[in-house]
């Protein structure tokens, strides 16, 4: 039928997507990296996009000031997408408590450069990043072993504990939480402070290019195919000797080290932080991002978060009932397209096509 | 620490601690079914619970109407007429909370599951056309006339466009069930009559004291809550392990292929599963609000996830393991929070379930619900 496959056709439109990077694979090496480099760019001009005619009236957010919405969401957002796309997307754990380890980076660099000490943010910053990859370590060693399902369970715990201990803790600020957190230093012209958010846009952009380009590195080593492997068949991957176990603890401490990343430019931009900042809701808004971009696929993660982060701003419209349509929207786009607007690629392996009968399923079909 | 208080007041914690996990047993009940056959995290559960409170109060107040104050007190009732109230709240609670679940299942689930059919089909359409007409109009009537009649149209096309035949991943079920559940809250927070306020509930029942256990006053709210919530399991757990249909529900948690060549309707067993939850749902919302007195759009929130830990508690996908998952959490919440304060009830829960889960990794019985009553 006609319609019904042109219907299909625009459910699936983000397909185009997918087709320019493969007529981009086939370019020479010096026209894609051209192409990045244009790409990174204009998205590093974000801030002044509003200013541009026709994309401005699509992305600007009425009420709220945009660069403000790109430093406080939409780099947050889609950080922490690419953290959470680790635990969830590569290694296939379901983690329901993410925001716990983003709590985690942004209440180390709270306490560490207002609470009990006076350290620079830039030294904060690391050390926050180690402090939630070893609470990542920590919970992850015993509930690791445990099923898929009850890890959700559990971290969704893990998630909650670490809210209701800083609500609880007078050291760790109680309910009014720690304000004149250390902002990030001044370099030349970008100066970090109240006024503008753009040097915290270009900080935690540059922040998110060195996150892809390591995440990169690794999805294509070893610790990546293993990954692949745990995910797809836990019991088959260890029969085949993959260490399950070690490298489980592996993506969950990279991805909370993400996690904590992400906390911690936000601790930075806003200065001002509270248990309020760290609702259950947000780590199924995290989720959410992930599998919305499509778990598994990086870009995906990132267009999942920015997403997830903007679209509530743009529609301000709608004022209150923003949050009923974007839960409206979750379901539709599960029921439509549930493998994400951006869908991991399944590789096929030349060398296993040629044995396999020709029916080009034997890997799984590629929807 | 304050251990004296958990001596004087040990009785006191340990009836409440029961009535509390009484109705998270209820709750948990909903999750370890749908766990069991579907493999399944139900998400939205916890809105079908308030969407039960909920039901209970329109009941008592727009149905038989009951005012909230009379004559400058609670509108205590009496005798046949109070069994009369509460039965109708019961009833509706439980058919609301029901048939909620059951939409949930055919317009979030089932098209997920390759199987989407005209009713799923017509609800996502008037959720769509209702948000759409969001965007030209500000009054809710005109809202839901839009609705109404932008769904014909886009059912037809979400019938040509559900991808049959194809089962998702786990993952988008998940995303779907919280989908559903923040719409849902956010429905009832935003076109509730009083936003995101708290509801009272008509209390008609005076919660006297019926007799003295070891010092400790018995309330007759507890007592029916906890007498309740065993009826209602026992009608559950007598409906799984006896009936024909029940049968059907342990073929498919057991093996759907299988079933399916056996000659299970496995889509209508689904959709009964979903019942049986929501009906033991709607039982145990009524009864909170028996209790507490108050709804709220997001209650179900924190009362959903502690009820799925006393199913993991428990075993998930082994009904009585979500009972005795239930009566732990709740006992061990109350005597938690007199030894080191309320605010650290919460976390108490969750520890509890993590220590549990360390040395027993499938819950305090074993999970399936399959093999639970062989």
Request: glycine share 12%; with cysteine.
């Amino acid at each position: 039928m006609s319609l019904s496959e042109s219907l299909r056709s625009v459910t699936s439109g983000t397909r185009s997507v997918s087709r320019l990077g493969e007529a981009l694979a086939k370019q020479s090496r010096s026209v894609r990296w051209s192409f990045g480099a244009i790409c990174i760019l204009a998205l590093y001009l974000l801030p002044w996009w509003p200013n541009v005619p026709v994309l401005g009236w699509i992305v600007e957010t009425p009420g709220t000031s945009f660069p403000s919405v790109l430093t406080d969401q939409v780099v947050i957002f889609v950080l922490v997408a690419l953290g959470l796309n680790v635990v969830v997307g590569l290694a296939g754990l379901l983690d329901l408590g993410y925001v716990g380890f983003y709590a985690v980076g942004a209440y180390t660099v709270a306490i560490l450069s207002s609470q009990h000490a006076n350290l620079p943010w830039l030294l904060c910053m690391p050390i926050a990043v180690l402090v939630s990859m070893l609470a990542g370590v920590i919970l992850g060693t015993p509930t690791l072993r445990l099923r898929g399902d009850y890890l959700a369970i559990v971290t969704l715990g893990f998630g909650e504990i670490i809210r209701i201990t800083a609500n609880n803790l007078h050291w760790l600020g109680d309910s009014r939480g720690i304000s004149n957190i250390a902002t990030p230093p001044s370099i030349g012209p970008l100066k970090f402070g109240v006024l503008d958010a753009k040097p915290y846009y270009f900080l935690g952009f540059t922040t998110i290019l060195i996150v892809i380009f390591l995440l990169r590195r690794l999805e294509n080593s070893r610790v990546g195919r293993s990954w692949n492997a745990i995910r797809e068949d836990e019991d088959a991957a260890e029969l085949m000797g993959v260490d399950t176990f070690k490298f489980k603890l592996w993506a969950f401490a990279i991805g909370a080290a993400i996690g904590g990343l992400a906390g911690s430019l936000y601790a930075g931009k806003v200065q001002f932080i509270n248990p309020n900042n760290f609702p259950l809701q947000l780590s199924i808004l995290f989720l959410a991002a992930v599998v919305l971009g499509g778990a598994g696929n990086m870009w995906g993660a990132v267009v999942g978060g920015a997403l997830v982060a903007w679209m509530p701003e743009r529609f301000r419209g709608f004022a209150d009932k923003r949050v009923f349509v974007f839960g409206v929207a979750l379901v539709l786009v599960m029921v439509f397209r549930p493998q994400g607007l951006i869908p991991r690629k399944i590789r096929k392996e030349r060398w296993l096509e040629s044995w396999k009968p020709s029916t080009g399923t034997a890997l799984g079909s590629k929807e | 620490m304050r251990d004296w208080l958990i001596y004087r007041t040990f009785w006191d914690l340990t009836v409440t601690g029961v009535a509390l996990g009484s109705i998270y047993a209820l709750v948990a009940l909903g999750y370890t079914l749908v766990y069991g056959v579907l493999r399944l995290i139900n998400f939205a559960h916890s809105e079908i619970f308030m969407i039960g409170t909920f039901a209970s109060l329109i009941t008592a107040t727009n149905v038989l109407g009951l005012p909230m104050l009379e004559a400058g007190d609670y509108p205590y009732r009496t005798g046949f007429q109070l069994v009369l109230i509460l039965l109708a709240c019961l009833l509706g609670s439980m058919v609301l909370s029901g048939a909620g679940a059951v939409a949930l299942e055919r317009a979030a689930y089932r098209p997920l599951r390759g199987s989407g059919d005209q009713f799923g089909a017509v609800v996502l359409a008037f959720v769509t056309a209702f948000v759409v007409g969001l965007v030209f109009f500000d009054t809710p009537k005109s809202n839901l006339i839009f609705g109404i009649i932008g769904t014909g149209p886009i059912a037809w096309m979400y019938l040509n466009i559900f991808r049959r035949g194809r089962q998702a991943p786990r993952l988008a079920f998940l995303i779907s069930a919280i989908g559903a559940s923040t719409a849902i809250t956010e429905a009832v927070a935003i076109w509730g009559p009083r936003d995101r306020e708290q509801y009272q509930t008509p209390r008609v029942l005076e919660k006297k004291t019926l007799f003295q256990l070891f010092g400790t006053d018995i309330r007759i709210d507890y007592v029916i809550v906890i007498i309740g919530a065993l009826l209602m399991m026992t009608a559950l757990l007598l409906f799984v392990n006896r009936t024909r249909l029940g049968r059907g529900v342990r073929a498919v948690a057991q093996d759907v292929e299988t079933a399916k060549i056996l000659g299970v309707n496995v889509d209508f067993v689904i959709l009964i599963t979903f019942l049986l939850g929501g009906v033991m749902a709607g039982g145990a919302a009524m009864m909170f609000t028996l209790v507490y007195d108050q709804s709220k759009f997001n209650i179900g929130f924190l009362l959903g996830v502690k009820s799925f830990t006393a199913a993991v508690l428990g075993g998930i996908g082994n009904l009585k393991g979500a009972l005795l998952g239930g009566i732990v959490l709740g006992l061990a919440e109350n005597y938690g929070s007199a030894l080191f304060g309320g605010e650290w009830k919460d976390v108490i829960a969750f520890v509890l379930l993590l220590v549990v889960l360390m040395f027993r990794p499938t819950g305090l019985l074993g999970e399936s619900l399959a093999k639970a009553r062989v």
